[in-house]
């Protein structure tokens, strides 16, 4: 399956009247998160096709929009996207699943996890993969995630360093692909594409146009 995958700046490119010519047909949407809810809902009315995403670090429990006269709409969710954050979902021949944000580096109260806190998600989201691997014979094809994995793609301060426990999900779980953003590109020699184990890393920032296959394909 084709895929936009978007995370963490608003790209003029997509935000404009040019997005198809740019972009092409695609078959999804996946937004690794940072994004505010404006630009995903009008990559989404341009596109028209299924989206699913996370929550990045600098996610907003409520964004506010411009309604009609002088109003402001109160938005606690992207309206046409599905939320992936510790679900797993079936789109086309791809199995997908979701755990945001980034590791704890303040006292924000949403969307930054200690090690031992992502531990915690990852087992929670484990029984979910483990009926993927009765029903489909397999747990996964795709994690989308805000953060790296620890040592791959991230950084050495804390708010950038990725997650253990991202390395132990692709041991056990081995995924076919590790969508993530958080990590900002700006040399044009920096990694952002690593294989480890059975799993393709992939830094999609600020966008990736993405051939995605299941595991075993």
């Known amino acids: 399956m084709r895929a936009l995958a978007i995370s963490d700046k608003v790209e003029p490119i997509l935000y404009s009247a040019a997005i198809k010519r740019h972009v092409g047909e695609v078959d999804l949407l996946l937004s690794c998160g940072d994004v505010p809810f404006y630009y995903l809902e ?46 797993t979902v079936k789109e086309g021949d791809l199995l997908l699943a979701g755990l945001e944000g980034s590791m704890r580096y303040n006292k924000a109260p949403r969307f930054q996890y200690t090690d031992a806190d992502m531990w915690g998600n990852v087992a929670r989201l484990a029984p979910a993969l483990l009926y993927n691997r009765l029903r489909y014979g397999r747990y996964l094809d795709v994690l ?34 590790l969508l993530h ?11 952002t594409h690593t294989r480890y184990l059975e799993t393709e890393v992939i830094n999609v920032y600020p966008y990736r146009i993405l051939d995605l296959e299941p595991v075993g394909a």
């Open 42 to 87: 009008y990559v989404i009315s341009m596109l028209n096709r299924p989206a699913f995403y996370v929550f990045g670090n600098h996610g907003r429990e409520v964004e506010y929009q411009s309604g009609r006269g002088d109003d402001w709409v109160r938005k606690t969710e992207p309206m046409g996207a599905v939320n992936l954050h510790m679900h």
């Open 144 to 177: 989308v995630a805000h953060s790296p994995p620890f040592g791959i793609h991230d950084k050495p301060d804390r708010p950038h360093t990725g997650f253990k426990s991202f390395r132990y999900f692709m041991q056990v779980f081995k995924p076919r692909y």
């Open 181 to 191: 953003g958080h990590i900002h590109i700006y040399r044009h020699n920096e990694a």
